[in-house]
C-alpha cells in the first residue's frame, strides 16, 4: 500500500500529514502531530485511554484509521481549554479529585465532553452518567470523583454567568 | 481533638498537578521523545523452564534499520535484586544468561529506527532452547522430586520467614473452641495503566540519563548502576509524571534496563514500552497465597492463640516477594491481641510470572483468611463479631509483643461507628448481606535490605528573594498525590499559602535520595523531613525577625498565612516577603535554606505508626448465576490528622475499587505456566458501572510520629474488602468462600455443597 496525504482538522486547526493507510488515528495525534495528551494504555480498544471527539462524538483513537478521518473535525483533551481557560468539565475534575496518576484523564473528560454535549441540557441519571464512562479505565480513582464531576457540569454549575 | 489551628492542613485545595494533568500537558515516560531515539523491543521466552543453548541474531542484524540486538552475554550479568544486602536473594538477571525460569523472561532485546522494525527483528532472532521440566505451584514446588528452579535452593524454597510470641501451645490450651481452615489467596495485576516504560540516553561523557515510569527514582538509580557497573552519581534517573505504580514499579524492570544497555553501547537514546500484554506477562503481580489457620477462642469470644502456615507463589525471582512474606505474616494478626502467635512463612519459586508487593503488601490476603474465620467462630459460638472485635483489638499503648508499638488507635471508634451504620441499615432482604471486616497498616518500613546509606526520607527547602518556595522532595509522585501532601505541610508549616511553593520532585540529581513511594511511607517520612526542613528555614527567619521587631525574648514568633508575628499578640508582626528580603539582605544575599530527614529509630521492627479501620460490604447475590452486585462500601477510618481531604476521599475511593476487583473480579489463571488472560478484555477489572457508592467516617486521632499527626491513609484501604465481601455472602447465603476471587462459579459450587451436605442432614 502506497503512502498518501491526509488532510484533518484537529482542535480547530488544518493539518496535512503523508501516512500509511493503515496509521491509526491515536499515532497520527500522538506521533505525527505530537499531541501527547491522548494516551494509550492497550491494544485491544479497552481501556479508553486514547479516547477524542470526532464531529463532537466519542472515538476511541486507536480504534479507528487516520484515513477514516480525512476532512473530519476532532479534538483532543489539549483542544478542552481556549488560551488559557479550561472547560467546564476540566474544571469539575478539578474541584473533585477526578484524577490521580492523570493517565486516563485526557480519555475521561474526552467521553465526558461528548456524553455532555449530547445531553443538550437534559439531566442524566447517575447509571447513565456512568454508561457513558462505562468505555474507560482508571485505575488509580474508583469513578465516584470522575461521576461526582459530571453530574456537577450536567446539573449546570459550572455555566459562565 | 480539634485541630482547627491549621490554616491549610485538612482544608480543600487543588492537586498541585491538577492543571497539568486535565489540561493533556503532564507529560509521561511514555510520552517523551528525544532527538534521535532509537525504539526497543523485547523478545520474550515462550518456554516456563529452560536451558539457553544459544541466541543467533545474525538474521535480525540484517534487516535494514536495525542498530543492535542484545542478549545476556552483552551485559555484565550480575545478578539483581531489590533486597540487595542480602546476596543470595539476587537472583535475577534481567537478560539471563543460562536459562528461562517463565513464560515471557526477557532473552534479548532489539533498537531500531522505528518500532514496527524492532518488532519485526524480534521474529528474526533464533533462539535454541532446551526445555526443563517445570512446577507453577508452590505446593508442588516444595516436593522433594520437583525441578529445581534455582541451582542450590532446596525445595525450591526463596525465603522463610518465622514470627512468634507468647506461649502458643499454653494459649491454645486455654482455648474453649479451636477452628481450622485453609484459603487460597489469587494474584492480582497492578494493571497500571502506564505500561512499564523507559528511556535511556547514555552519552560519551559516560554519564547515563534515563526516564523512568517507576515509584522511587532512588532505588532504579542505584539498581541501574549496580547492574551496569556505573557509579550511582553517574546515573540520573528522571521520574516525570508516573502513570499507576501500586507497588509494581520499584524494581528493576526490563524496560530500564535493556533502554540502558542499549544506550550504552550505541550512545543513542532508546525508549522501551512494554505493550499491555507485556505488561501483563511479564512485571509481576501480587502474591498468591495458600493459608493455613488455626485459631484458639473462649467461649466469651476472648483470643488465646492462632497459629498459621503460609505458603506462597513466588514465581521465579524474589523481588520484594520477600517482604510481602514478612508483612503478610505480621498484618495476619491485626488489629486483634493474642496471648500467643505464631506464623510460618514459607515463599516457594515457581516457574510463573514472579510476584512481588502490591498494594497492601501481603495483608489483603491475610485479612480475607483472618477476618472471615473469626466472623465464622463467632457465628459457630453465637457470638457478636462486633463485640468480639471489640473486645480483642489494639488500643492506644498496647505493645505487640517483640513487634510493634501502637501509639495511637481509632480502632474501637471505627468498630463503634459501622456498627451504628450496619444496624441503622436494618434487617436485609433474602439473598442480601453485610460482611464486615477491620484490619490496620504500616505508616512506612523500618526495613533497609537496599542497604540505603542515605536517610529514609530527606528534604531541602530554599526561600528565593519574593518570598516563593522551592521545596526539593525525592519522595515519589506516582498519582497518590505526595507532592501536594509535601506542599500543605511545608505551607502549614512556614506559614505561607499553597501558591508560594513549588515542589521538585523524581530528579536523582537535584533531589535529595529517598526510598520513594511503598508501604504507605512518605507521608510520614518524607512529611516529617519536609516539616523539618520548613522549622529549619524558619528559624532563621525568626531569628532575624526576633532582632528586627527587638522584642522581649519570652514571646514566641510565629508566621501564619503570610504574617510574621507574636504568638500572644498576632497583631503586632511584619509582613513575611518584607521579612524575606531583610534576611537575605542579612546573609549577604544568600537564599534562606533549610533541611530536613526522617529516619526511624527505637520503633519496633515494622512501622513507626499504624492506621486502623473497618469496613463494611453491602452485597447481593443472585442464587440462580451467582452474580454479586455491591450496593454499598462504608468505610470507618482512622489516619491520624488528614492532611488533603479530597486526596483522602480518592484514596478510599480508589483502594475500594482496586480491592473490590481482587476480591471478585481479578484473576490470573495460568496454564502450564501460560497466563490465560493478558489483555483488557479477558482481564475484568472494576469499570463506573460496577462501582458502588463509598462513604468514609473519619475517626480523629492524633499520631506523635507523624506530621501533624499524620499516618498511612490509601494502601490499608486495600485490605478489608475482600474479607468483608466474603462476609457478605456469607451472612447472605450461609456459604463460606475460601478461594478468591469469589466468582460466580465459585458460588454456585458452594451453594451446592451446601444444599448436598443439608440433605446428607
Partial sequence: ?161 | MSHAKYSVINTPVHNIDGIAKVTGRATYTFDVTLPGMLHGKILRSPHPHAKIINIDATRAMELSGVKIVVTGKDTLGIKQGIWRRYEELCDEQVLPLEKVRYIGEPVAAVAAITEEIAEAALDLIDVEYEVLPAVYEPLEAIKKEAPTIHEGVERNVNVTRHIEWGDVDEAFEEADYIREDWFKCSGQAHMCMETRAAVSSFTPEGKLTCWASTQSAYYTQGLLAGVLGLREGDVRVLAPYVGGGFGGKFELDAAMFCSAVMSMKLHKPVKVIFTREEDFIASKRRTPMFYYVRTGMKKDGTFCARESRMFSNGGAYTGMGATALYLSGFFHSFPYKWRGYRYDGYRVYTNTLPSTSMRGFGAPQAMFCSEQQIDWMCADLGLDPFEVRRKNGHTEGYEVPGQAFIASCGLEQCINEIEKWVKAKGKMPPNRGIGISSCGFMSGGIFNWFDSPYSFSSAVVTINVDGTVELHVGCQDIGQGSNTTMAIIAAETLGVKMEDIKVHSGDTTHCPADLGAWGSRQTLMAGNAVKMACEDAKKQLLEFAYAEMGINIVYDLDIKDRWVHIVARPERGLDYFELVKKVLRAKDGQRVVGRGYYTPHRKGMISPAYSYMMQAVDAEIDPETGRIKIHEVMTAHDCGQPINPLGLIGQLEGAASMALGYAYLEDMPFEDGKLMNPNLVDYKVIKAPEMPPTGIIEIDTYEPEGPYGAKEAGEGLTNPTAAALGNAVYNALGIQMKELPITPERILKALREKKEQEAQK
Fill in chain 1, 1 to 161: 500500500m502506497e503512502k498518501h496525504i491526509l488532510r484533518l482538522k484537529v482542535n480547530g486547526d488544518e493539518y496535512e500529514v503523508y501516512i500509511h493507510p493503515k496509521t491509526l488515528l491515536a499515532e497520527v495525534i500522538r506521533d505525527h502531530l505530537g499531541l501527547t495528551g491522548t494516551k494509550r494504555g492497550c491494544d485491544t480498544v479497552s481501556c479508553g485511554a486514547c479516547t477524542v471527539n470526532v464531529e463532537g462524538k466519542s472515538v476511541k483513537s486507536c480504534s479507528v484509521l487516520a484515513i477514516q478521518c480525512e476532512g473530519l473535525e476532532v479534538t483532543t483533551v489539549e483542544g478542552l481549554e481556549v488560551n488559557g481557560k479550561l472547560s467546564q468539565i476540566q474544571r469539575a475534575f478539578l474541584d473533585n479529585g477526578s484524577y490521580q496518576c492523570g493517565f486516563c484523564t485526557p480519555g475521561m473528560l474526552m467521553s465526558s465532553t461528548a456524553f455532555l454535549s449530547e445531553l443538550e441540557g437534559k439531566k442524566p441519571s447517575e447509571e447513565e452518567i456512568r454508561e457513558s464512562i462505562e468505555g474507560n479505565v482508571c485505575r488509580c480513582t474508583g469513578y465516584n470523583s470522575i461521576v461526582r464531576a459530571i453530574d456537577a457540569v450536567a446539573q449546570g454549575k459550572y455555566k459562565e454567568e
